[in-house]
């Protein structure tokens, strides 16, 4: 059976079973400020199983994409994934276990053929102390079902709880079934062992009976209504249905491990997987407009980008390896997922500029490291040398704990975020009095991305001026036949702006939304400029004078007697602390991503370089 066979059939069982299907969800969270991502199906749903009312009804079905970080340290073994889809059925207070165990049971035995025999159940202890039972009821439900009571494992909340996807909300026990993938006969029980699960025991398929709700003060309160959640890995089941012992070996996969083991030099299992969830990973990200940064969503993009990075080093992948791995990957889900091939040029763009400055720094950062390991007494890394690191090299700070930890050494993280808080602050200090209280920036990199920015934005700045144009107001006047009297303004004014390393944001004056023709044009003006190479000039003037010369100046801005001016060629002109870049030729590719309003006569954009 295909993916594309096992999300069809999905939908049109719950479909018959009374189920509306909702479409993927996006991998951003749009209302769930507690979470970066879109970890499981339900997440998207919080606020219908805390009882609000769902447009589409009690039941509901879908296949969701989702991303998970935690378990980052196990990809590389048969099942665990950063990137991967889940299909999932739900119950917004309508039917509860008997119904969703049923159901689970007859997905599985009779729509996907798999043999009860191969099965075995996880289903929770109980926990007195928070007044939640046993899950016996559960237990009996897969009884009757013909599942042998050996085969069903009561367990904590390690294994048998669900929830809350972030700080607080819906949560409950689940029960879980497990697919023995092993090639040697099903053992009797299902049981953990000293060392965790035995790897060929697949969970497949996941119960979620939530009726709590997590508070802030960490109680356990029962929610208005009982729901159900459910969750099926994709990949995890097209393993199963494949007869193959791990997920790299799918369909969803395989184009991918053989690529890379055709631009590699040596052979490593681990980083071949690694390499090929991480750059899935990064093509969904992107193509939903993440981009590297060093913050929330930005650098959990960029700390998957860069482990890709090094464990490609480690297989001495050919140069460019990525352009081929990207195409395979979009191969795999352009018709599932047409953003992914929409986005192409995106992605691309994305991974070729973190690839050209992270390979070169990652070879010098490894030798500093090595350095540092070698001079040690103690197996420890100190904060503030782990913070170095990353601040001259680029090295997300859980790289170089994985890099140390294979030598036993250990990072004092506690030492990190000391340092990079001490380092923020005054930074924060710096920039608070060159710019005004931007973000600071962090590495030279980063500077070097907001320098460009800021030039682009005086760019941007002129560009709609020019576009946009000037107003005739006309004054009326009260004697018929009167020619009116025009007054002459510019709409467009700056309101604000705020430049982070990985985009800008320009809010200007102006009355209606932009159409896409003069975002078109203003897109086309800049880059003319951009292409012309044009030098930014710097001078030092009287305010005054800055004034009279025609600069333009921030209306909130109060500005000190003597300012600094930027012009570029004699396009535009501005006073501004900077910094800015030599000349407009080392801007790349402007492009404006979003136009929105901001407040009333305000419109706001952001804008990306390529
Ligand atoms: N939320 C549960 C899980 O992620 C069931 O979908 O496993």
Known sequence: MTAEQIRKKFLEFFKKKGHKVLPSSSLVPEHDPTVLFTTAGMQPL????LGEPHPLG?????????LRTDDIDKVGDSSHLTFFEMLGNWSLG?????ETIEWSFEFLTKELNIPLEKLAISVFEGEPENNIPRDEESAEIWQKLGMPKERIVYLGREDNWWGPAGKTGPCGPDTEVFYWTGKSPVPKKLEPTDKGWDEHWFEVWNDVFMEYEKTEEGKFVPLKQKNVDTGMGLERMLAVLEGKENVFETELFLPVIEEIRRLASKKDERAERIIADHLKSTV???SEGILPSNIERGYVLRRLLRRAIRYAKLLNLKEKWYLDLIKKVIGIYQDTYPEVRTKETDIITVWQKEEECF???????????EKILKSKKEKIITGKEAFDIYQSYGFPLELTEELVKEKDFEVDKEGFYQAQKEHQEISRRGAEKKFGGLHPPTTHEDKYQMAKLHTATHLLHQALRQVLG?????????KAGASPKAKQFNRVKQMGSDIRPERLRFDFSFERKMTDEEIKKVEDLVNQ??????EVKKEEMEYEKALKSGAL????????????VYSIDNFSKEICAGPHVKTTSELGKFKITKEESSAAGIRRLRAILE
Request: hydrophobic share 35%.
């Open 470 to 478: 000037k107003k005739v107001h006309p004054v009326k006047s009260s």
């Open 58 to 66: 009690r039941r509901l079905c879908n296949i969701q994409k989702c």
């Open 94 to 98: 309508d039917y509860f276990k008997k």
């Open 529 to 534: 400029k951009i292409k012309q190479d044009l």
């Open 359 to 369: 390979a070169k720094a990652l070879d010098k950062g490894l030798t500093r490291l």
């Open 284 to 286: 969904f990200l992107i």
């Open 46 to 49: 919080v606020p219908y199983l």
């Open 553 to 564: 100046s921030f209306f909130k801005e109060k500005y000190p007697e003597r300012v600094t």
